[in-house]
Every structure is written in C-alpha cells, then in structure tokens.
C-alpha cells in the first residue's frame, strides 16, 4: 500500500527571476485536510503556503492560504501566484479565473502570463492607533523621517501605511520587540508597510517599500501584494475626482530578495473604488510530502 502523499510546485512570485520574490508553495487537488494544511505550511515554513481545489464549474478554484501559524483570509502572493500555476496548467479559461477565498470571491484576469487580481473591496484608510512619534521610535528612527501620520488600510487585511522620507530612512528602520510590543497592543493590527514615495505623477508614481509583522515573532516579508493593495487605495484617496492611477511598487531589496508589484487603483464618477494587483512569476522547482 502506498503511502498517501502530497505534491507541490515552487513558485517565486514579483519576480521574473529565480530566486528573488517571494516563494509560495502551491499544492493543486491534494487530498488532504484542514489540519494537514496547517501543519504542511508549518513544515514549509514559508510566508505563505496555498491549497487550491476545483469549483463548480471550469475556470473557478478554492484557496486556502496558511502562514506557518494561521490561516489567512486573503493574501496577495499567493493568489498571483495560485493563478500564474493554474494558467500555465492550461486551467484558465479564455484568459480568465475565478477565485474563492474565505474573504469572498476574486476575479482574475491573465495576460501573456501576468495574473491581474481584483482585490476585496478597500477598507476607507483611517487613523491607525500609532502616531507618527510612536512610528518613528517603534523603527528606530527620528520622528521628523515619518511623513505625516500613519494610516490604517485593508484590501482585505490590515496594514499600518508609514511614508518614510528616503530610501535611506527606509534601510535604516529595524523595529525592536520590545517597542513593538510598547506601539502595538496584542490585539492591533500587526502589520506595518514602510514607504518611500519615488515618483509621483497625475498617473500615479514609482514607490519603494518593506513589510514587518509579527507572528510569534518579527518578519519581514520580500512582496507583499496585501499591503501594495493597500497602499494604492490609500493614494488614490489622495487624488481627486474620478481616475485610474498605476504605481510600481517594489519590495524585498533590503532583504536580497527584489520584487515588483504592479498596483492599480480606479475610482468612478459615483466614488466606487476598485484595486488590483498583479506581478509576474517563475517556477523554481517541484517537491512530494508525505502525509
């Protein structure tokens, strides 16, 4: 009798390069259960690990994204990166994907290989419970490197916006335990995206930025497509009247592990505001568990 097991395919995703971006471990129809999931995405140990099952009809699929310790409602690497799988796999249909996850349903559209993924509905960006002193000392920096007050936003999870006033602002911040424990109760949101505004324009503008959050510990996350999400809905709120506005975000250089988001914000002459994201992606290598 064979032992039941479990096949997966390596992705990096933001990147058209191996071994930059962020991995993502996509494992297609496997049969496996809730708590096996947990406890793969734990063996992983990667950001982020996704399971993807068939719906109801061609061209639809379930995810389940899990972190080494908890399941998520939306992430944005693994869904770019479930749907660049499911075209190369010939799954798509005519270019397009839908895609359930617990924080609703994703629509997905594929060109020359590039998911675009319309995000959850934004969340309108408010006051966070950190203030642009308690930022500055919670990355270590002097308060007049924060460019105004930090902001709370969500394209289906939270983040704390920080804007930075240069790339060098950006490297030097390094948040301690201890003052993010003194910044951000237990029960905030634990998720902070450092920004460096580049370029701006009336199309949008170029941006620079890094993800910290805590888990059972500090991380940093090479490309975070949540937290690009976010930040276009943020920016767009920014600009007046009705528009489209696209900024190229990247992520991960800090850490050696460069990455490019593409995020587009379009907001209509009724005020209805609709983010995606999109990024490219390579495979990197295949791998079986034994369950």
């Not at 708590?35 to 990667?46: F, G, K, W, Y």
């Not at 939306?74 to 749907?83: K, M, R, S």
């Not at 895609?99 to 629509?107: E, H, K, R, S, Y």
């Not at 949101?189 to 580049?198: L, M, T």
């Amino acid at each position: 009798m064979s032992r039941r097991h479990a096949d997966y395919v390596l992705l990096d995703v933001f990147t058209t390069r191996r071994y930059a971006g962020n991995p993502l471990a996509v494992f297609v129809d496997a049969d496996v259960t809730e708590e096996e999931m947990a406890s793969i995405a734990n063996e992983l140990n990667l950001s982020e690990t996704v399971f993807v099952s068939r719906g109801d009809r061609p061209g639809r699929f379930a995810l389940r994204i899990f972190t080494p310790t908890m399941e998520l409602p939306f992430a944005g690497h693994p869904t770019v990166g479930a749907a660049f799988l499911l075209d190369a796999l010939g799954l798509a249909v005519d270019g397009s994907l839908h895609l359930d996850v617990p924080a609703g349903a994703l629509a997905i559209a594929v060109v020359e290989g590039r998911p675009s993924v319309t995000t959850p509905p934004p969340m309108s960006p408010a006051s966070g419970r950190l203030s642009r002193r308690d930022a500055a000392r919670l990355l270590g920096l002097a308060p007049h490197q924060v460019i105004g007050e930090p902001v709370l936003a969500s394209c289906g999870l939270p983040f704390h916006l920080i804007e930075l006033d240069s790339r060098q602002s950006l490297a030097r911040a390094c948040p301690s335990p201890e003052e993010w424990s003194r910044a951000i109760t237990p029960s905030g949101e634990q998720a902070i995206y450092c920004h460096v505004i580049e370029e701006t324009d009336t199309e949008g503008g170029r941006v620079r930025s890094r993800m910290i959050s805590m888990e059972d510990s500090l991380r940093e996350d090479p490309a975070t497509g949540s937290a690009a999400a976010a930040l276009a809905s943020h920016l767009a709120g920014q600009r007046e009247g009705h528009g489209e506005w696209s900024w190229q975000i990247d992520q991960g250089v800090e850490m050696g592990r460069p990455s490019r988001i593409h995020a587009r914000a379009r907001r209509t002459a009724g005020g209805g505001l609709t983010v995606h994201i999109a990024g490219d992606a390579v495979r990197v290598g295949e791998g079986r568990l034994y369950l």
